[in-house]
């Protein structure tokens, strides 16, 4: 997959601020800026109840990358119907990210994940499609954790420092 370029660029801030550009937030996270940040998933139960829950992301060539035990909520929900949100709050602005969730199988991106896992401490290996180790944060369940890759079609930035504004970019869908 490479980087994706915004189809649509809306201004929503109110205060007279140019909008901003999709390059803030990539730049951002192509640095790697998600280690060591809490990002959130948003998921939705089987009777329309939404969840929410803390997890470790990756970003990697355009993609959020992240994992799930199996068992837990957010996986189950997932499951169930693959619409998710992601947000962060990054070094300058927060971030919301609408799209979908599926899991990984593909040998070839699960090792490559796992490569930038182990770069950044966590140290997994990939092991019958799915991802292995000593530790995952708690709420993971035990391994194996599966790996998901998260597809966004909408981003919703705010900066936090300037120069200030709001906007929404719309990407192709996959």
């Known amino acids: 997959m490479t980087e994706r370029t915004p189809i649509e660029t809306k201004n929503l801030d109110i205060y007279g601020h140019e909008a901003l550009p999709w390059s803030r937030p990539r730049d951002l996270l192509a640095a790697g800026v998600f280690f060591g940040r809490p990002a959130f998933l948003g998921t939705v139960r089987p009777e329309g109840i939404p969840h929410s829950a803390g997890i470790g992301a990756i970003w990697m060539e355009g993609d959020i990358y992240f994992t799930s035990g199996p068992g ?5 929900n997932l499951a169930e119907n693959p619409a998710c949100t992601i947000s962060a709050k990054l070094e300058t602005i927060d971030i919301v990210f609408e799209g979908e969730a599926a899991r990984v199988t593909d040998v070839v991106i699960l090792e490559k994940v796992a490569a930038m896992c182990r770069d950044t401490g966590w140290p ?12 995952n944060a708690p709420s993971a369940g ?7 890759r998260f ?7 705010n900066a936090t420092t300037e120069p200030h504004g709001a906007t929404r970019w ?5």
């Open 124 to 135: 997994v290996h990939v092991e019958k499609g799915a991802f292995t180790g000593p530790f």
């Open 142 to 148: 035990p391994a194996p954790w599966n790996l998901y």
């Open 72 to 76: 837990t909520r957010k996986a189950r």
């Open 151 to 157: 597809t966004f079609h909408t981003a919703i930035g």
């Open 170 to 174: 719309k990407f192709e869908r996959n």
